[in-house]
C-alpha cells in the first residue's frame, strides 16, 4: 500500500540515522525521500522520539527567520538513563561550557562542544538502616580561586517504610580530585525542589525549594549555594507574589540572568479545563543581589491566549523571552520596548513531544573533563 510522502516522513523520521543509511537500498523512492533537504531539515529538527532525549543546539543567529530552527550539530542523545523507565534527564547549569545531566540518580558532566563526557563515581557515603538516599537538588559551578569545577548535591534519607520527617545531607564533587566529600554542620530545612527551575548566577547555584520549617506552613523560597565558599543561603520571593500557600496564583516561576541581574520569571499555571484562559507573565528583577527589598517588577507580558506550559529562558542579549507552549512547541516573545503592547507569541520548529521541553543558553568552549591524571571518556 503506497503512503503520501508526508506520511513516511513522519514514519522514517523516527529511526535512527544508522537505520536509514541501511533502507535507502530499498527502492528509488525511499533514497531519494532520506536524500531530500527537506527530509534532513526536519531530522534536524526532531530532537524527542519514542525512548530518546536529545540535547540539540541552535544558533543565536539574526537570519531572520532561520534563528531559531538552525541546528549546529547532530544532536547528543542522553540515553543513558533509561534502563531504569524514568522519565528523562535534566540539564544542570550550564557552567562556562559544562553542562550537568542527572537522574537524580546518576550524574554525568558533558562538553557538548567537545562532545567529552564524564560519569560522576557513586557517593562513598552511607545512610542509615531502613533508610534509601534520594536526590533533591543538584547543582554545578566553577570555584576561581581553586581552580575547580564542583557539583553539589542535596540528598534526603527516606525511610523504606513510611515514617514523618526526612533527614538531609549534602555533597560536594570536586572534578580536580574526581571525589565526593560531606559538607558538614549543614542545616537543610527545605524540600521539593524542582529540576527545572535552576541557575547558575554569579558564582551561586539557585533553585527553587520550600521551605519546611516555615509558618504557619510551608513557603516558597529559592536555595542557593556559594561554590567557592560553599554555604547555603535562602532568598525570599517578592512580598507581592507569595502568600499563605506559597506563590500566589498558581504561579510556576523560572530563574534567569536579566541585565546581569538575578531575575524571576512568573506565569500563571495552565488549568485542566479546555480552553485555557489567558495567561500573564510578569518578569521580576533583584536589582541588588541578596537584596530583597531591590525586587522590582520589569515586565508585564500578555493576556496571552496560545497556551503557555512553562517560561524556559531569555535570548538574544535578554531581548526575547523562551517558552514553552501547551502543545510543546518552543515559542517566543519579544520584550523590545516598542514590541511590548503588541503581546505576539511566535512558534518556532523545535518541538517535543512530552513535557520535559528544557532550554539553556549555551557559549562553547573548550574546558575538559578529563585532566591528565583521569582515564579519557568520550561520546562516541
Not at 522520539?49 to 543565536?60: G, K
Request: aromatic letters at 10%.
Amino acid at each position: 500500500m503506497d503512503l503520501p510522502e508526508e506520511v513516511m516522513m513522519e514514519i522514517l523520521m523516527r529511526l535512527p540515522v544508522k537505520s536509514l543509511l541501511k533502507i535507502r537500498c530499498v527502492c528509488k523512492a525511499w533514497c531519494g525521500l532520506i536524500k531530500s533537504p527537506s527530509f534532513i531539515d526536519m531530522l534536524k529538527r526532531y530532537i524527542e522520539h519514542e525512548n530518546q532525549t536529545m540535547i540539540s543546539f541552535h544558533s543565536n543567529n539574526d537570519e531572520a527567520e532561520k534563528s531559531l530552527s538552525l541546528c549546529l550539530r547532530p544532536p547528543i542523545e542522553v540515553t543513558w538513563f533509561y534502563h531504569r523507565n524514568l522519565e528523562a534527564a535534566h540539564l544542570i547549569g550550564p557552567c562556562n561550557g559544562i553542562v550537568c545531566i542527572t537522574d537524580g540518580m546518576d550524574i554525568y558532566l558533558c562538553n557538548p562542544a567537545t562532545r567529552e563526557l564524564r560519569k560522576l563515581p557513586p557517593s562513598p557515603f552511607g545512610c542509615p538502616e531502613y533508610y534509601r538516599p534520594m536526590t533533591d537538588g543538584v547543582g554545578i559551578g566553577f570555584d576561581s580561586s581553586t581552580n575547580d569545577y564542583k557539583v553539589v548535591r542535596i540528598l534526603f534519607w527516606e525511610t523504606i517504610e513510611y515514617s514523618p520527617g526526612r533527614q538531609y545531607q549534602a555533597e560536594l564533587y570536586s572534578l580536580n580530585t574526581n571525589s565526593w566529600r560531606e559538607l558538614r554542620d549543614v542545616i537543610l530545612p527545605f524540600y521539593h525542589f524542582f529540576a527545572r527551575c535552576n541557575l547558575l548566577f554569579q558564582g551561586r547555584f539557585h533553585w527553587r525549594a520550600w521551605h519546611a520549617l516555615a509558618q504557619p506552613c510551608d513557603t516558597d523560597c529559592i536555595l542557593s549555594f556559594d561554590m567557592r565558599a560553599e554555604v547555603f543561603d535562602v532568598i525570599h520571593y517578592p512580598p507581592s507574589c507569595v502568600g499563605d500557600l506559597g506563590l500566589v496564583e498558581n504561579k510556576e516561576p523560572s530563574f534567569v540572568s536579566l541585565n546581569d541581574s538575578l531575575a524571576l520569571i512568573l506565569c500563571t499555571s495552565l488549568p485542566e479545563e479546555h480552553p485555557a484562559p489567558p495567561q500573564v507573565i510578569d518578569i521580576w528583577a533583584m536589582m541588588e543581589y541578596g537584596v530583597e527589598e531591590s525586587w522590582t517588577k520589569k515586565f508585564s507580558l500578555g493576556p496571552f491566549t496560545i497556551g503557555i506550559r512553562l517560561p524556559l529562558c531569555l535570548w538574544k542579549d535578554d531581548k526575547q523571552l523562551l517558552l514553552e507552549s501547551r502543545s510543546g512547541r518552543l515559542i517566543s516573545s519579544s520584550l523590545l520596548p516598542d514590541e511590548l503592547e503588541a503581546a505576539d507569541l511566535k512558534e518556532h520548529d523545535i518541538f517535543e513531544s512530552s513535557t520535559l521541553f528544557e532550554g539553556r543558553i549555551y557559549a562553547e568552549s573548550l574546558v575538559s573533563l578529563n585532566p591528565i591524571y583521569m582515564e579519557e571518556a568520550i561520546i562516541e
